[in-house]
C-alpha cells in the first residue's frame, strides 16, 4: 500500500507539494519535518516575538494543509 502526502503552502494553492511514501512512518516522518522546517522558516523572519501560543496557531495551520491518502 503506498501513502500519498498532499501538502499545500495554503488554502488556495493550485499546485502542491505530493510525495509517496511505502511506510506509514515514512509519510509522518516526512510531515512532521516539513511542518518543523516551514515554522522555524516563518520564526525566524517574523519581524515580531511570537509568543508559544503563536507558534502553536502556526503549527495547527500548517497540519490543516496536509493531506494523506
Known sequence: MYYT???AIDSLDT???V???DCVYE???WIA???QRR???AVSH???TLTEADIEALEEAEYSLVRIS
Request: aromatic share 14%; no cysteine; proline share 10%.
Open 5 to 7: 502526502v498532499t501538502y
Open 15 to 17: 499546485n502542491p507539494t
Open 19 to 21: 510525495k509517496t511514501f
Open 27 to 29: 509519510a509522518q516522518d
Open 33 to 35: 519535518g516539513e511542518v
Open 39 to 41: 515554522i522555524e522558516h
Open 46 to 48: 517574523s519581524p515580531y
